[in-house]
Nanobody
Framework: QVQLVESGGGLAQPGGSLRLSCTASGFTFSEYAMSWARQAPGKGLEWVSGIYSDGTDTYYANSVKGRFTISRDNAKNTLYLQMNSLKPEDTALYYC?????????WGQGTQVTVSS
């Protein structure tokens, strides 16, 4: 079955960096676009970034553009999100997502907290 496991979250200071990873299994990772989304306390789910199956095209929400970089390693079945210049408003539970045959799959999420 499809499994997505996020890791790399934690506590960072404003202006700091974190790198999230999402390890995928149960499907042919290299054939599907992937994305990251987040949910801040008391707020709805926000799409953050997406990447094509071969990594050639990437997309970002305006709120993270220029600070976050999405990438993937198809040989390792792993999706990444490099987050730089972190802000307190980036505090959220971060999820990776795969849309496979019109069905959305999500991991359990990894918590990112930005605070001094």
């Amino acid at each position: 079955q499809v499994q997505l496991v996020e890791s790399g979250g934690g506590l960072a200071q404003p202006g700091g960096s974190l790198r999230l990873s999402c390890t995928a299994s149960g499907f042919t990772f290299s054939e599907y676009a992937m994305s990251w989304a987040r949910q801040a306390p008391g707020k709805g789910l926000e799409w953050v970034s997406g990447i094509y199956s071969d990594g050639t095209d990437t997309y970002y929400a305006n709120s993270v553009k220029g600070r976050f970089t999405i990438s993937r390693d198809n040989a390792k079945n792993t999706l990444y999100l490099q987050m730089n210049s972190l802000k307190p408003e980036d505090t959220a539970l971060y999820y990776c997502n795969a849309n496979i045959l019109s069905r959305n799959y999500w991991g359990q999420g990894t918590q990112v907290t930005v605070s001094s």
